[in-house]
């Protein structure tokens, strides 16, 4: 079943307040974070307080997930053991450097015996995950390694590579494409990462949009006066839902079912594009489910 990512908001794990306000967010999902957002001292009471949050549910068809610390910290181990018995969607690990990372989560989490249904998404924030992004993606054939997804984590990449963050992100545009094209071949989601100009709304949308053309599922935020222009920007247009429907509809005509290519409209539309407007149709039926809820 396809889930709508169109926005995926950071609350910090050592705040009740927000995480009670998570709750009540228009968010498709919600990371709760153990790490950057969290300092050191407050790592033990932050996992005690993600794990009670999660444990009492209350989030709606909103996906939550838990943002470990890294497998360098002293921390991960505990993390993933709350993890396992709080029962989250899933984890997101940061600062991966290639499947030897995923394969220690998936060992850690058998040893446990953690359910299945959590699953694992990879930050790729690391100049090396970049370099392996087709390798760590492959992951996803193994139903141990539980992967679902990578998170790009553009601000990380700059710091390493000392690439500029600058206006419409040039020099990051060949490395979204190649993690998205990995992401892709392997049939894992990618979102986005997070816009750092709080109150920027038109930097802020114009960053979504160039996401959403790119190919990403959707876009990881920082503050929740974000989640409406993502939320806004990832849902297809109602004219390109009717269209969608309009193709599928063509197809199925009696006439039409050994073609390969008919012609609608003035335009000719082959099957293949019936396949691509069929995730356009599901994604505004998803939306539509998780709005009305």
């Not at 100009?197 to 190919?215: L, P, V, W, Y």
């Not at 989640?227 to 193709?247: C, D, G, H, L, S």
């Not at 039409?256 to 409209?265: F, P, R, T």
């Not at 039926?285 to 809820?293: F, G, H, M, Q, W």
Request: aromatic fraction near 6%.
């Amino acid at each position: 079943m396809i889930r709508p990512r169109r926005s995926v908001l950071f609350m910090p794990g050592s705040n009740p307040r927000a995480l009670e306000k998570a709750r009540t967010l228009p968010a498709d999902g919600i990371i709760l974070d153990l790490e950057d957002a969290v300092a050191p001292e407050a790592k033990a009471a932050a996992r005690n307080q993600i794990a009670e949050a999660v444990a009492a549910k209350g989030f709606g068809k909103r996906e939550v997930i838990i943002r470990i610390n890294s497998l360098e910290s002293p921390w991960w181990l505990d993390d993933l053991d709350m993890a396992a018995k709080a029962k989250p969607d899933g984890i997101l690990v940061p600062k991966i450097y290639g499947p030897e990372d995923l394969a220690s989560i998936a060992n850690r989490f058998t040893d446990i015996g953690a359910d299945m249904s959590i699953r694992v998404w990879a930050m790729i924030e690391t100049p090396m995950a970049v370099l392996q992004a087709k390798e760590i993606a492959a992951c996803a054939k193994d139903v141990e390694m539980r992967l679902a997804g990578f998170v790009f984590g553009p601000n990380d990449i700059a710091l390493e590579t000392r690439m500029k963050m600058l206006p419409g992100r040039e020099a990051m545009i060949p490395l979204f494409a190649h993690c998205i094209m990995a992401a892709r071949a392997y049939g894992v989601e990618i979102l986005d990462g997070p816009y750092s100009g709080i109150g920027d709304d038109d930097g802020f949308a114009k960053e979504c949009t160039q996401g959403r053309d790119m190919g990403f599922d959707g876009k990881t935020l920082i503050h929740p006066s974000q989640i409406a222009q993502a939320n806004e920007i990832y849902t297809p247009p109602a004219e390109e839902v009717a269209r969608a429907r309009k193709i599928i509809a063509a197809f199925t005509l009696p006439e039409n079912a050994g073609k390969g290519a008919i012609q609608l409209d003035g335009r000719m539309v082959e099957r293949l594009h019936a396949e691509i407007v069929r995730r356009t149709i599901a994604i505004s039926d998803a939306i539509k489910t998780l709005s009305e809820s």
